[in-house]
């Protein structure tokens, strides 16, 4: 079913939607080996770039859709938004692989988490008819294979013969995909696994992401070509290098690349805490689990919208104040909490609670981590009520629940799939 939902009408717009225009270009980029500079790390984009390198050079010519400037400050100016010659299916595709990826890696966590199959099988149900997440892994997005990637991690460090290494690599692709894929940590902490566990998973994680960032970063930009970008952009780099050998030496040549990759680090980071702008569709931490926040994407002939299920969110809300109705009746009676309810809460907690502290604008889809787990929580909690219920009543219970799931996916599927 996610297979189909998430190839079904992929062509359609043939123009860049949102951020497309960013990662569409960094993609051909890297196949020109052509610097550039955004604020995740490279790993996403450089998956992106993968199928390019199997096209002619003449079909990515519409690239760039967008070109870095430098007027006393950096920004982003948008040059073309039409795929003509360009091979964007192929980008969507990677992007659908990854969404289609999501729903296995919920179903394989879930069912380590409770050894349930019913309620892994009911959570990735949920996700696969869930409009937002299915709307953002169908276009040329990092969101798909950024949460994909934080789920397979937790799935193989639950499983009992990991010993935090395979988990941890899979963090570090994650983290190398997006830098928050960092508040997915307090989950593992959490656990009751032992320190050496995770500091493997920690230390693992991040040497991922090291070599990640330094690897592809190193050997896709010649130096030369990075230096003028770096010093085009930013006026650090001038500053501390006025001019560079016409020559360079093996040694020169990596302290050079060091010095550029240090930068762009550093200026990294600095644009997930300190960007002042603001954007017309942001939303609050607050809101977003009320689908407060939610917005349409500005197209005219095909109107494609940031709106989620409004049946599962709702159950979504529902579950979580059921579980904290029922954590604190049990605190009060000084009981002991079911631990997948727990790690669950636990889980959407922490993956929430990080985005008050930020500072730059965000929007709904920052959410995703923490309604994925809210979703998860309202897999178990309905197999656990329902389970209560006579055998005769059971089957009944499910068929009503997943019919008002589907009428609330098909409710907002003109604006997923961009219906005239």
């Not at 009911?122 to 892994?137: G, H, M, V």
């Not at 050496?196 to 930009?221: E, P």
């Not at 954590?327 to 959407?348: A, C, P």
Request: net charge positive; proline share 4%; with cysteine.
């Amino acid at each position: 079913m996610s297979i189909i939902l998430h190839v079904w009408r992929l062509s359609i717009p043939k123009h860049a939607v949102f951020d497309e225009i960013h990662y569409a270009t960094y993609a051909t980029q890297y196949v020109t080996q052509t610097p550039f500079f955004d604020v995740h790390p490279p790993l996403g984009k450089f998956l992106y770039s993968l199928p390019l390198y199997f096209v002619s050079k003449s079909n990515l010519s519409d690239a760039p859709f967008v070109k870095l400037t430098r007027d006393t400050v950096v920004k982003y100016d948008e040059v073309n938004r039409i795929f003509t010659t360009f091979p964007y299916i192929l980008l969507r595709i990677m992007s659908a692989f990854f969404g289609v990826l999501l729903v296995l890696a919920i179903f394989l966590f879930m069912r380590e988490l409770t050894q349930n199959d019913s309620i892994a099988l009911l959570s990735s149900l949920f996700i696969t008819l869930e409009n937002s997440l299915l709307l953002e892994t169908r276009l040329i997005l990092l969101d798909g294979a950024f949460l994909s990637l934080s789920f397979f991690a937790l799935w193989q460090f639950l499983k009992h013969k990991d010993t935090g290494f395979r988990s941890g690599i899979l963090w570090g692709c994650a983290l190398a995909t997006k830098l928050v894929g960092i508040i997915f940590l307090p989950f593992i902490l959490f656990q009751k696994s032992g320190f050496w566990k995770n500091y493997k998973f920690i230390t693992v994680g991040l040497l991922t992401l090291g070599i990640l960032w330094v690897g592809i970063q190193w050997f896709s930009f010649p130096t030369k070509e990075w230096f003028s970008f770096m010093n085009s952009v930013n006026t650090n780099v001038s500053q501390d290098i006025q001019k560079i050998p016409e020559s360079l030496s093996f040694g020169q040549n990596v302290s050079l690349k060091s010095y550029l990759l240090f930068r762009e680090i550093v200026w990294s980071a600095q644009g997930y805490s300190t960007i002042q702008a603001t954007h017309p569709a942001q939303s609050r931490w607050i809101e977003w689990p009320f689908m407060i926040g939610s917005f349409c994407y500005k197209e005219k002939t095909f109107p494609l919208c940031m709106i989620g299920n409004p049946a599962l969110w709702a159950m979504g809300l529902l579950s979580l104040f059921t579980t904290l109705i029922y954590s604190t009746l049990q605190w009060m009676r000084k009981k002991k909490m079911d631990e997948h309810v727990k790690m669950l809460g636990i889980g959407y907690v922490t993956t929430l609670l990080p985005f008050a502290i930020i500072p730059r604008y965000m929007f709904i889809y920052h959410y995703f981590p923490a309604l994925i787990f809210s979703l998860c929580l309202s897999a178990y909690w309905t197999v656990f009520l329902i389970n209560k219920l006579e055998k005769k009543y059971q089957i009944a219970s499910y068929v009503i629940l997943v019919s008002i799931v589907c009428v609330g996916f098909l409710a907002i599927s003109p604006v997923t799939f961009g219906f005239k």
